[in-house]
């Protein structure tokens, strides 16, 4: 059984920073590739940024040069640097991650429950 629990979102005024946080805990043997994504009602999900195990990153064109993904692997953590914030970055975001279980030693894919951003004055 493996959790992932993001946290960090909130209300920010536009121009503003927030970071988010994703760790992921329970039955794990690696952490591969993480992932932060975003929603918003009536839309489909949007890809965001990935980030390998090596640290290797990607951006969607709508937030690059404003966010920055990094990982801490001995904590099994993700985060997202959000700066400059527009109200269309307003949504749920929501952290994916490919876990490598214990005892089985397979990879699952996992979705953490989600944390709103609400960017507005």
């Known amino acids: 059984q493996v959790q992932l629990v993001e946290s960090g979102g909130g209300l920010v005024q536009p121009g503003g920073s927030l970071r988010l946080s994703c760790a992921a805990s329970?039955?794990?043997?690696?952490?591969?590739?993480m992932t932060w994504y975003r929603q918003v009602p009536g839309k489909q999900r949007e890809l965001v940024a990935p980030?390998?195990?090596?640290?290797?990153?990607n951006y969607a064109d709508s937030v690059k040069g404003r966010f920055t993904i990094v990982r801490d692997n001995a904590k099994n953590t993700v985060y997202l640097q959000m700066t400059s914030l527009k109200p269309e970055d307003t949504a749920v975001y929501y952290c994916?991650?490919?876990?490598?279980?214990?005892?089985?030693?397979?990879?699952?894919?996992?979705w953490g429950q989600g944390t709103q951003v609400t960017v507005s004055s």
């Open positions: 980030i390998t195990s090596g640290g290797s990153t």
């Open positions: 994916n991650a490919n876990v490598v279980v214990t005892p089985t030693l397979r990879e699952y894919n996992y």
């Open positions: 329970g039955s794990i043997f690696s952490v591969n590739a």
